[in-house]
């Protein structure tokens, strides 16, 4: 049972590349998160699905899309990367009990 | 504003020194704070849901309780294997968790 996969795992990009990371959960859990965590101002939301078909902004949205897949899958994408989006990327998940269940991470260097 | 603090930034101890980790908040309605564990370079972990003051939950050497305006996560006699970086959250509506800055812990031998 994998739980929460996030791939890649770390990417350093030029300003102005592109790029998407991927979230894939396997716990049939409705409701899909991209974090970023950055030294000293803890996890903060970028953007959440409550369900599939649904997207919804979180406290940080400015430069960052994203895509619902499918019930397992959710994409976070930077269409222009930025030297303030180097941080780590965390997806999570949660079903009914409303606790997260968190990927590994992924390590994004924008220089 | 919601605001989630957590007190010491860092706490360094000895095998076997119990304390305790602060985390206050100011949230209007709390519906839920969460305790996580995260490891260095790994995804926070689960430990606790707390919903109401005076509620408590414990797991192995950890003790996690809440009054209105915080919670503590108590250490008994810690080992090594229980450094990381503890976090707290709270729920603020029903897809938002405000989360403090963590409280690293450091457990020498």
């Known amino acids: 049972n994998a739980g929460v996969t996030q791939t890649p795992k770390f990417q350093v990009l030029k300003t102005g590349q592109s790029m998407t990371l991927q979230c894939a959960q396997d716990?049939?859990?409705?409701?899909m998160y991209w974090y970023r965590q950055d030294p000293g101002m803890g996890l903060r939301l970028i953007y959440y699905?409550?369900?599939?078909?649904?997207?919804d902004k979180g406290e940080v949205p400015n430069g960052y899309n994203v895509s619902r897949l499918n019930k397992r899958e959710f994409s976070l994408r930077l269409e222009s990367a930025a030297p303030s989006q180097t941080s780590v990327y965390f997806c999570?998940?949660?079903?009914?009990?409303?606790?997260?269940?968190f990927g590994e991470g992924s390590r994004l260097t924008v220089l | 504003e919601d605001q989630v603090t957590q007190s010491p930034e860092a706490l360094r101890l000895q095998e076997g020194e119990s304390s305790s980790l602060n985390c206050s908040y100011t949230?209007?309605?709390?519906?839920?704070l969460f305790w996580y564990r995260q490891d260095p370079g790994k995804g926070p972990e689960f430990l606790f849901t707390?919903?109401?003051a005076g509620e408590e939950k414990e797991k192995e050497r950890l003790k996690a309780t809440l009054t209105k305006k915080e919670s503590f996560l108590h250490i008994t006699a810690p080992k090594p294997e229980d450094s990381a970086t503890y976090l707290c959250?709270?729920?603020?509506?029903?897809?938002?968790?405000?989360f403090g800055a963590g409280t690293t812990v450091t457990v020498r031998a």
């Open positions: 959250a709270v729920r603020v509506n029903d897809y938002k968790l405000s």
């Open positions: 949230v209007s309605g709390l519906r839920g």
């Open positions: 699905s409550a369900s599939e078909g649904t997207t």
């Open positions: 716990m049939n859990h409705n409701s």
């Open positions: 999570a998940s949660s079903g009914n009990t409303g606790e997260l269940f």
């Open positions: 707390l919903y109401s």
